[in-house]
């Protein structure tokens, strides 16, 4: 047997749809469905005679992501024509940026398993307009839906630093998180607003020599989880393609394959990457940009914490674990949430309980996010420090936060409607105490007789309390006032 | 009557028209009469709208007897170059492949046309897709030259020049982007105007060379040229190219027009009058001595670089033109080929069966020129080339107001003198080329005749954005010559 040290290497293509409320170059609504071909004007038709107009939105969404991505911004950037011909393609050339990107050189953090983070480095990213679709349907013909065409992306090109189909997977997750932090794109994958294609190949080492396999790009990934298990299919298919012919890069050109998610493998679309030409050069329409420091620097004012760096910050400012940080920061209305209610006052472990056990419960059960619910920091605060107080027990947070999406009343107004606020009154419950040993002699004998019974009686006692006060005893109260009596 | 009103001049005519001396109505019919005649002669309307222009000459003569306001070409009838998109008729620019393009748009200068009352009138034949110096490269249809109808009117707005001459319209729209309103203006005796790149939105205009296309006027004199850029002259919002206002600012052309400039310094360069014929040379050489006479001066300036401009120009424009060309491919609309065998057919036989060899020809040098492994050699290096000839003129306006040159080697030559040698075609725009390529504005007015009796134009140039004073230094010439005042009579 000789020995074989395998290595998968992966870079990725993302494409990110910018959330802007036209289009790129015209002025045409951006939403996702509608009639094929009811969104469309000339400019994004490619009719003769119409000139396209840069959307200000999309270049000032675009330069968020980039400072986001740590990208160096460029202070000058311009459009350029890439040619090809393609039914979905009105004008047959794409407004894309070629040699001059607006944003290059920078890097995105992901979390991997050790708590740490990992630098994965950001090549490029540039903005361009999307094609159309074309619309297989029965017959021997295509028809071409123009709706899409001139949708602003965001292209994104990362460096090949990633090792792993989970790391593929945190960084698709952190960028998902980042753009909608920024409000830059929905990134719905689902809805196509984030697509991503790996490339992907393998370093081997094989008795001290390195063979590199040929890059595969991976099509069709509308999941977190059909990327990371394309790219885990690709990582062993790969190297049994290598062991079984010792094809290597040099000798394979680029392939593309496509995931088919039924089957879990990726199917050869095409072998040899045809030498593309794409013939670019500077749209003569428009008008390069051109960016002050200034107002580089007003960009970067408006960008909020990030979310990777807001979970490794809770972690060590509020000593939550990493799972629970993870979720709080999910999406940035929970982290606000969340952030809201501790400035208020609310315990940040308690806080923190409420909104990822109650409040996301409730955001699943109304298939909504939590943003769309009812419910502001100054409620889960006073809510969180009801049950510091022991006015309410943790178990009745649930209760007040389902009722908070439904009313503007005040947590406190809620329990007490609800009946949900502990008998802390001590005279009121000594009360219920004497009563209750009034009716159980057997059980006061039991306990006073020490032993094996005393516990088991006591406890029965305190049931007996609970049951009189209707649940709203406090608990710790009762048990002291037990003390007491039986000392 | 209908000739007489057809002598007279825009301003004049849509000053009788808002008086209510002269309806809309008169001059439409004029205009069509005119068409009927002469038309069949000459060729040059791809389309005329004759219902709706009486129609329109009609609301806007009612809208004049109700006292309400009109615009500055208050029922003048007017024609523009088939490249511009109207909702009314096709816009073929000249070509098989969008012989039945109805567009769903107007143009930005049609929309201001029509904001300014002028009825349209018809759409007129070029070269197929702005490609040519003489119309015979049109696919749809032939137009001759009115002084003589053996020879080209020039082109590649020979349509819109023809019609003006022949008094087929009162003024007419035409594009330029290599002397394609100048040179047709020289050929045929009137008055063309390229304004500065950005003056004018290109937006409606079908794209040949993107950075090169401008929209301008021909009209029988100069102060109409003016009236007309009145019109048309300023920022659309659609126009990423065309200049904010603020930047400069958009004047009233004939506010001034009669004022001479005083003092006037006339650049003269020997690179701009190399390989002219000598007629040409001695109308242009007259024509200066008649400005000298206006207490004009004139110094030599050098334009070192003006002769790599037909070099240059012929690699940027091919290169746009094969990038702005890619959309007409049969699969949105225009021309189908019948029987496909798969989508790339219908690219391959669609653009083969309805392009013209002019238009292939432009398409596989632009195509070439952008390649991969060519771009440096020729795209590039055409960019560099047309910055020197920027910076040749910049140098040269440091010492003149205005440069002054042939507009055209040769007056008219003769159908199909040319056509099988692309490459004396494609010099005969030699001196109206470098002004595309560095953004200025240029005139063509008529300046004299050659022995065969057809006009010779004379060129003048200023810096970019001063139309105003282009249009007064033309109009010290016109205002003490007869040139002008010629028509036609051949036909
Ligand atoms: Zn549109």
Avoid at chain 1, 403 to 414: G, P, V
Avoid at chain 1, 464 to 485: D, F, T, Y
Avoid at chain 2, 106 to 127: P, Q, S, T, Y
Avoid at chain 2, 215 to 233: F, K
Wanted: net charge negative; glycine share 8%.
């Amino acid at each position: 047997m000789s020995s074989v040290e395998c290595k998968v290497v992966i870079g990725l293509e993302i494409h990110v749809q910018l959330l802007t409320k036209t289009k790129m170059f015209c002025g045409c609504a951006l939403e996702f469905a509608g009639e094929p071909n009811s969104r469309v004007c000339p400019v994004c038709l490619g009719l003769p005679g119409s000139l396209p107009v840069m959307n200000r939105k999309a270049f000032e969404l675009s330069v968020m992501a980039g400072l986001a991505l740590n990208c160096k911004i460029a202070n000058f950037t311009k459009w350029d024509r890439k040619s090809y011909y393609y039914p979905d393609l009105p004008k047959n050339y794409q407004i894309s940026q070629y040699d001059l990107p607006f944003s290059e050189h920078g890097f995105i953090e992901i979390p991997v398993n050790s708590g740490d983070a990992k630098r994965i480095r950001i090549t490029r990213a540039h903005l361009e307009e999307d094609a159309g679709k074309n619309v297989h349907t029965a017959g021997n013909f295509s028809q071409v839906d123009l709706n899409r065409a001139g949708t602003p992306l965001l292209e994104i090109v990362t460096e090949p630093d990633m090792n792993s189909g989970s790391e593929v997977r945190a960084l698709a997750i952190e960028l998902q998180r980042i753009v909608q932090y920024l409000g830059v794109s929905e990134a719905s994958m689902q809805k196509g607003q984030m697509r991503f294609e790996p490339n992907v190949n393998l370093h081997i080492i094989k008795d001290g020599k390195e063979y590199k396999t040929p890059i595969t790009e991976v099509k069709n990934l509308n999941s977190f989880r059909a990327l990371e298990e394309s790219v885990n299919y690709e990582h062993s298919r790969q190297l049994e393609e290598f062991l079984a012919t010792g094809k290597t890069m040099e000798m394979g050109n680029k392939s593309t394959r496509g995931w088919d998610a039924d089957r879990g493998v990726t199917v050869l679309q095409r072998e040899k990457e045809e030498a593309h030409d794409y013939r670019y050069f500077p749209d003569p329409d428009l008008l390069p940009v051109k960016l002050t420091d200034e107002w580089i620097e007003d960009m970067r004012s408006k960008l909020c914490e990030l979310p990777l760096q807001k979970q490794f910050r809770y972690v060590k400012e509020f000593k939550l674990s990493e799972y629970d940080a993870g979720v709080l920061t999910a999406e940035r209305a929970v982290a606000e949430l969340f952030e809201g209610a501790v400035e208020q006052g609310g315990e940040p472990k308690r806080v923190c309980n409420i909104i990822s056990q109650a409040g996301l419960k409730l955001a699943n059960e109304a298939g909504r996010s939590m943003a769309e619910l009812n419910i502001d920091a100054e409620g889960v605060a006073a809510i969180a420090k009801m049950v510091e107080a022991n006015e309410i027990n943790a178990g009745a947070a649930g209760a007040i936060l389902a009722e908070m999406t439904k009313t503007d009343k005040s947590a406190k107004a809620i329990a007490e409607e609800l009946n949900l606020i502990q008998k802390s009154d001590a005279s009121e419950l000594e009360g219920l105490v004497d009563a209750v040993i009034a009716e159980n002699p057997q059980a006061v004998d039991d306990v006073k007789s020490g032993g094996k019974k005393s516990k088991a009686a006591r406890g029965f006692l305190m049931g007996k309390v609970m049951q009189k006060a209707k649940g709203q005893a406090n608990p710790k109260i009762v048990s002291q006032i037990l003390a007491k009596k039986f000392g | 009557m209908s000739d007489e009103l057809l002598s007279l001049s825009c301003r004049k005519l849509t000053e009788l028209i808002r008086r209510g001396e002269v309806s809309s109505r008169k001059a439409v019919e004029a205009v069509f009469s005119s068409i009927e005649k002469t038309e069949p002669v000459v060729g040059a309307y791809l389309s005329t709208f004759i219902d709706e222009s009486l129609e329109r000459a009609d609301e806007i003569d009612s809208k004049i007897a109700a006292g309400k306001k009109v615009g500055k070409l208050a029922g003048l009838p007017i024609a523009v170059k088939d490249n511009m998109c109207t909702t009314f008729g096709a816009t073929t620019c000249g070509s098989k492949i969008l012989e039945n393009f109805h567009a769903p748009y107007n143009a930005a200068v049609i929309e201001r046309l029509l904001a300014e009352d002028a009825v349209i009138v018809g759409k007129l034949n070029m070269d197929e897709f702005a490609m040519g110096s003489s119309t015979e490269n049109s696919g749809l249809k032939k137009t001759v030259n009115p002084w003589d109808v053996n020879r080209v009117p020039g082109g590649s707005s020979g349509g819109s020049a023809a019609a003006v001459a022949s008094g087929m319209c009162m003024a007419a729209l035409g594009s330029d982007t290599g002397g394609s309103i100048r040179q047709p203006a020289s050929f045929c005796g009137v008055v063309g105007l390229k304004p500065t790149y950005g003056r004018v939105s290109r937006y409606g205009l079908v794209a040949y060379g993107s950075s090169l296309d401008q929209i301008g006027p021909l009209t029988r004199d100069v102060a109409d040229a003016g009236l007309m850029m009145n019109v048309i002259a300023g920022h659309d919002d659609n126009d990423s190219t065309s200049v904010n206002e603020k930047i400069a600012p958009v004047p009233d052309y004939l506010e001034n027009i009669e004022k001479g400039i005083e003092g006037l310094t006339i650049g003269v360069a020997p690179q701009f009058h190399a390989g002219a014929d000598v007629e040409v040379l001695s109308a242009i050489e007259d024509a200066i001595e008649v400005y000298k006479g206006l207490g004009a001066k004139v110094v030599e300036i050098d334009m070192p670089h003006i002769d790599y401009s037909v070099a240059a120009y012929y690699v940027i424009a091919t290169a746009e033109a094969s990038s702005n060309l890619a959309r007409f491919d049969g699969v949105h609309y225009g021309h189908r080929t019948a029987k496909p065998e798969d989508y790339i057919e219908v690219y391959s036989k669609s653009r083969a069966e309805a392009f013209g060899t002019e238009v292939k020809r432009r398409i596989m040098l632009g195509t070439y020129a952008l390649s991969s492994g060519y771009y440096d050699a020729y795209y590039l290096k055409a960019l560099k080339v047309r910055s020197l000839i920027r910076s040749d003129f910049t140098g040269a306006f440091e010492k003149c107001d205005c440069i002054m040159t042939p507009v055209s080697p040769t007056t008219a030559f003769k159908i199909g003198e040319n056509i099988d040698d692309p490459l004396k075609m494609y010099l005969s725009d030699i001196y109206t080329i470098g002004v595309n390529l560095a953004g200025i504005p240029g005139i063509s007015i008529p300046c004299g005749f050659d022995g065969n009796d057809l006009p010779v134009g004379l060129q003048i140039l200023t810096p970019a954005f001063t139309e105003s004073k282009l249009l007064r230094i033309a109009r010290m010439f016109e205002s003490c010559t007869e040139f002008h005042k010629r028509r036609p009579q051949k036909v």
